[in-house]
């Protein structure tokens, strides 16, 4: 009889935390920030960079890891992760380390056509785990927008 209390206690957190989670808002995108090479191959090479959001949610979070794709004016650029516990503060910026792996074949084509137009779109789609406390949830990642890449390079 004492575990019915306890267990009905537990699936209220839960469901409490989660219903919490739901009315996450996205976090904006500020900048890129630290570029690096961290890897130059033939057929892939692998960029290190530090993309900067601003978290409009008066919540703290944090993200256990994020994975997926990313495009350069519709041409795929490569596979992206983020491998590391960030703690993001409530209504503040704060740095997601990524690191992007560019199919070499691809990066060509992009980079020809970014010189040629300095705005360029970039589309990203993968997911990330996010959450509180103990409870984490898998949260799309979807951003499509005309960027100057000359100003994001700088």
């Not at 976090?27 to 890129?32: G, N, R, T």
């Not at 040629?116 to 993968?126: A, D, F, R, S, Y």
């Amino acid at each position: 009889m004492t575990k019915t209390p306890v267990l009905f206690l537990l699936i209220f957190i839960i469901v409490g935390v989660l219903s919490s989670c739901g009315s996450i808002k996205d976090p904006e995108f500020q900048s890129l920030e630290n570029i690096k090479l961290g890897k130059l191959g033939l057929s892939e090479s692998t960029l290190n960079l530090d993309i900067v959001y601003s978290n409009p949610n008066n919540t703290r979070l944090k993200l256990k890891s994020a994975e997926g794709e990313a495009w350069l004016d519709y041409n795929f650029l490569g596979h992206f992760t983020v491998d590391t516990l960030i703690k993001i503060p409530a209504n503040d910026l704060f740095r997601l380390p990524v690191k992007l792996k560019i199919d070499m074949s691809k990066i060509v084509q992009s980079s020809v056509l970014a010189f040629l137009n300095p705005e360029v779109l970039i589309k990203v789609i993968g997911k990330a785990r996010v959450g509180k406390g103990f409870v984490y949830i898998n949260y799309p990642i979807k951003y499509e927008g005309k960027q100057n890449l000359r100003q994001l390079l700088k």
